[in-house]
T-cell receptor, first 109, second 114 residues
């Protein structure tokens, strides 16, 4: 039972354009949502998070939006850069951290 | 330089052999975690420990064992009972009072069972 889902396994975006990564969840008890970035053969690194009481959080080029009624989360990267190419995981917490399946983002010149 | 180390980076074992993956942290974190990553799947929690000499099963603990004799160390043993052990294993740690945005991951160990 996948409580956190990322339905797009991959995304390809041109440099300078916007990247939008999506995430859906099923458990209404999740109180905190996070995005992690992962390069091959490395551990994930924390990128940005949002509390369930907010609907938007921004940090530089990265913005996370939360739509609680739709149980939907999205990460916007503007402008996209080649160094953003990685796998992005969304995750949600109650007492444990539950990860989505990941979306591989490729930013091409 | 504080951080989490996992060794080795690549590990090969024959089927039926037990193997132990190392995880050490010098961040003075209370909680430590083991995750497994498979292609097309997210990270799944195997075991976690919030204090020394105590640990709990995660979502996929069958075929694995852990120990937490020291705060800085949380080794994971993949036993012969684990039916599909080939995967990328990640260790993580955090301060228990902190949020998961303060959870740090090690570089991972890729285990291949031949």
């Amino acid at each position: 039972d996948q409580q956190v889902k990322q339905n797009s396994p991959s995304l390809s975006v041109q440099e300078g354009r916007i990247s939008i990564l999506n995430c859906d969840y099923t458990n209404s008890m999740f109180d905190y949502f996070l995005w992690y970035k992962k390069y091959p053969a490395e551990g994930p690194t924390f990128l940005i998070s949002i509390s369930s009481i907010k609907d938007k959080n921004e940090d530089g080029r990265f913005t996370v939006f939360l739509n609680k009624s739709a149980k939907h989360l999205s990460l916007h990267i503007v402008p996209s850069q080649p160094g953003d190419s990685a796998v992005y995981f969304c995750a949600a917490t109650t007492d444990k951290l539950i990860f989505g399946t990941g979306t591989r983002l490729q930013v091409f010149p | 330089d504080g951080g989490i180390t996992q060794s080795p980076k690549y590990l090969f074992r024959k089927e039926g052999q037990n193997v132990t993956l190392s995880c050490e942290q010098n961040l003075n974190h209370d909680a430590m975690y083991w995750y497994r990553q498979d292609p097309g799947q997210g990270l799944r929690l195997i075991y976690y420990s919030q204090i020394v000499n105590d640990f709990q099963k995660g979502d996929i603990a069958e075929g694995y064992s852990v120990s937490r004799e020291k705060k800085e160390s949380f080794p994971l043993t993949v036993t012969s009972a684990q039916k599909n052990p080939t995967a990328f294993y990640l260790c993580a740690s955090r301060v228990t009072s902190g949020g998961y945005n303060e959870q740090f991951f090690g570089p991972g160990t890729r285990l291949t069972v031949l």
